[in-house]
């Protein structure tokens, strides 16, 4: 249940509700319907009343923030029929948080610790309102900001493991066990069809609600999932399961699609090129055109970069390739500044490997090439120095950010190429 | 109310929802509740006697496609207690677009022929589903087609002009419209202490509900929202009541909280900055090194950035500050380092104006200086050379964010007083 008159008139996406869904049907808990509400105390207490009535546990989303308008505590305190007690251990911490800022807490904020008599709070780590665990009988209701970071923080934190618990009791348990093979470089189409073998065998082997069933997430733009879900009666069953089943797709895929597997699970792609980076040992440095830093920003958010990238080289203007990464005048949206640029990252910034990117975002062309064009260049010890064409569809924004995957994407399997030749010429 | 299990499994969004909200509010109808439902006939017919009892129209969105899980048709039927009864124009209809296809029509289609007694149908234009109004009393319920496109379309077409006639003969009409003042730098339990007033004003004015409303919105991390929703007998009513309103709140802003306010509606901060830089003819450039290409890509994101974006350096290895940027040896996380990363993009990479930011992300302290601790140098015609200290609280990825945004504020608001000032001493 999501709580703002801004979900209503349209402002912001709910999307909080479609990630609450994913991750329940992940853990095995269905949940039967999804409800937005505005910010109005009578709707609210309405609308709960209807979810309590046709579920065991209620979810909420919004509504905990410290304005006169943000009236969800009131509201489950109604249909609990308790009074709101003040939290002093609640007040304290959001005056430490505030503290912490160099800032007093506004009064308020104070509204924040307010807990409907005999719910338990679930303590606050990324913003001042706490989560509340509120029980109704043999049933239940979760409080949780709206604000997406703090919601999926308390909801693995605290909510997932307080249902888990309560479907235990109810004999309701049998373990689900996820994981999620993260491709890049394929459609959701071509998986369907080479994997559409393994569905049907495990359709066949498992009729009784247990065994492995496959899915596929197109979610956003960081390539398809692959979702592996094993139902069985332990945890440690459900994973020899998964084992099992993810050797058959990765057989299957690689002898059909490629090296089109970076990762399991919550992996990026820079986390997989970090990798493979730390294992040889060598340092990166980029020079980026189009995609304006984005590779370079998704690089230093991989915990301890600092140990093997070295640097960027944000080269929007032609004067700055020239000037900087010394990429010789002329044409700057070519293959062969592709590489100057890979070449002047590895020279400039000390780097042992070079990633160049340059190409035409749009909307306009530019030099002549078609927006959704662009060149990749790398210079590698081993690997040499070499280019590749991407052709990119969409707007801009997603041009930039498919082509910042692809490049890091590139550059990982060409460090995984050079790094097995390397290997079979030492040992041929 | 959007059917469809897909919707509750998290495997798409729902943005039909967001989208009628959107339309409904500035069309001036009030919409109370969404609700998402999976395909399953007992729980359809459970929500959608739900939102009879909740409202007077009821618009369904999904489940009118033509395989066995597309019910909304039955469960419609079973809430108006009326049989279906198959509509032979339509039955041509969809004949004729598969004929237009090349093909015959599979005998399933035919189902989407079938319509409650007593319910009208809306011509399918893009899709085969045909849409459905159906009469329960003086209440009404419509079923679109989930696809966006074929929604969007029989929304505009037929259910916004039926809804209209509606309401004229309640005499309900109404035009509601809504302007969002965009703000960085407070929390939002300032900016309703300080609006107070104004809401208290505004709740005095305007008892028969027209008038104005203040809402607060915390929407991630892009700051705080001041949404102002005037709701009157025209748009155009509506609009001269939001200028009034936006003059007070500006007002009011302005003289407690200082320049809090950088834009209107969808503007972000990057774009409020290129305004500034555009109207003074500058050209930026930036050394960035915890933020990692962050500022600099979100500067690319703006439509015309080569026009004054020259680039950036991410000097995320000490030695690159050193070497490619000047910043002397010695500490690097000091409030020095960041004004000579400023200098340094400012001649590196020949722009007008450089921006420079260092510190510490974490987890781990860096020269003794504590996570969240951030340096922000300018470097500027007319305004020098100054710097400021940020205490950002928060994880890796929330520090980085935080600070790219603040980076871009203050020198957005720096541009903008050395403009005044200069304003002021040319015409003082």
């Known amino acids: ?32 319907f999804h409800q937005a509400v505005g910010d109005n105390r009578e709707r609210i207490v309405t609308a709960l009343r209807t979810a309590l009535a046709r579920g065991e546990a209620v979810i909420m989303c919004g509504g905990l923030g410290p304005t006169q308008d943000d009236i969800t505590r009131e509201a489950i305190a109604e249909v609990m029929h308790v009074p709101l007690v003040r939290d002093e251990a609640v007040v304290r911490r959001i005056e430490a948080l505030f503290a912490s800022r160099g800032r007093d807490m506004p009064a308020n904020n104070a509204r924040q610790a307010d807990v409907p008599q005999g719910a338990q709070t679930i303590e606050q780590q990324r913003g001042t309102a706490p ?3 509120c029980p109704l009988g043999h049933k239940v209701v979760y409080a949780v900001p709206g604000v997406p970071h703090e919601m999926e923080e308390m909801f693995t934190r605290a909510i997932l493991p307080d249902l888990r618990r309560r479907m235990a009791e109810q004999g309701e348990e049998a373990a689900i066990v996820s994981r999620v093979l993260r491709t890049w470089g394929t ?3 071509a998986l369907a069809e080479v ?10 082997q498992s009729p009784a609600g247990t065994g492995v ?13 692959v979702r592996l879900t094993a139902r069985a009666r332990s945890a440690g069953e459900a994973a020899a399961l998964l084992d099992a089943e993810e050797r058959e ?14 990762g399991l699970d919550e992996v ?21 055109s189009l995609t304006g830093g984005l590779i370079a920003s998704r690089l230093v958010a991989v915990v301890g970069a600092s140990t093997w990238f070295r640097g960027g080289v944000v080269a929007y203007d032609s004067a700055v390739k020239h000037a900087v990464l010394g990429v010789p005048e002329g044409p700057v949206v070519r293959e062969e500044a592709a590489v100057a640029m890979a070449q002047g990252a590895r020279r400039v910034l000390g780097a042992d490997v070079g990633l160049g990117i340059t190409g035409v975002a749009g909307p306009d062309p530019q030099e002549g090439v078609a927006p ?50 390397t290997g079979a010429a030492a040992t041929g």
Do not use: C
């Open 372 to 421: 959704g064009t662009v060149y990749v260049g790398l210079s590698a010890p081993g690997a040499g120095d070499l280019s590749r064409v991407l052709r990119v569809p969409g707007d801009r924004q997603r041009i930039r950010e498919y082509s910042a995957i692809s490049a890091l994407d590139l550059l990982r399997r060409t460090l995984l190429r050079s790094a097995e030749e």
């Open 249 to 262: 797709v990765r057989a299957v895929l690689a002898s059909t699609l490629g090296d089109v597997v970076f």
């Open 1 to 32: 249940m999501a709580v703002g008159t801004e979900l209503l008139l349209g402002q912001i996406a709910d999307t909080n509700s479609r990630w609450l869904g994913e991750h329940l049907a992940a853990a095995g808990v269905s949940s039967y």
């Open 268 to 288: 990026t792609m820079e986390q997989a090129l970090a990798a493979v980076l730390l294992e040889r040992g060598l340092t990166l440095g980029v020079a980026e």
């Open 213 to 225: 069933t496959l899915a596929f997430l197109a979610s956003g733009i960081e390539g398809i999932k």
């Open 195 to 204: 994997l559409q073998g393994r569905i049907d065998a495990l359709d066949e």
């Open 187 to 189: 459609s959701e189409s």
């Open 131 to 133: 989560g509340l665990i």
